[in-house]
């Protein structure tokens, strides 16, 4: 069961005008939407580079890096930890975007729906 604190913000936030509360979620949308394009965009680069560089710059890639063809060493080795890297930034950011809106929603709340007590007031958390 969560918190009534969390609740009473819930609550408040359904009483919004389904005006602001559309607004809210196209804001929360679009910027998540060109956040997904920046990703995509940095991912397809080197997606469609690889080939594109065996193309024209056969010699270069067929160059041996440890064992390996530069391709290779690029597609198997690099591929992984590019892919891991976008996942982590996306996450982040987007766990960002959605703060920032929630933060802006708590704005538009009157001051008794807003709760007064922080997460980690609550559990203890970062107390010393």
């Given at each position: 069961m969560p918190p009534p604190e969390h609740t009473a913000a819930k609550l408040s936030l359904?009483?919004?005008?389904?005006?602001?509360?559309?607004?809210?979620?196209?804001?929360?949308?679009?910027?998540q939407a060109t956040l997904s394009l920046r990703v995509a965009a940095l991912f397809l680069i080197p997606l469609l580079g690889l080939p594109i560089l065996n193309q024209f710059q056969p010699a270069l890639m067929n160059t041996q890096l440890f064992g390996f063809s530069l391709t290779w060493l690029i597609l198997g080795?690099?591929?992984?930890?590019?892919?891991?890297?976008?996942?982590?930034?996306?996450?982040?950011?987007?766990?960002?975007?959605?703060?920032?809106?929630?933060?802006?929603?708590?704005?538009?709340?009157?001051?008794?729906?807003?709760?007064?007590?922080?997460?980690?007031?609550?559990?203890?958390?970062g107390q010393e």
């Open positions: 359904a009483t919004m005008p389904p005006e602001t509360q559309e607004r809210l979620l196209q804001v929360v949308m679009q910027r080795v690099c591929f992984f930890p590019l892919t891991w890297l976008l996942s982590a930034y996306f996450v982040q950011k987007s766990d960002r975007i959605e703060a920032e809106c929630a933060d802006t929603a708590r704005g538009m709340l009157p001051a008794e729906a807003v709760p007064t007590v922080l997460p980690t007031e609550r559990t203890g958390e």
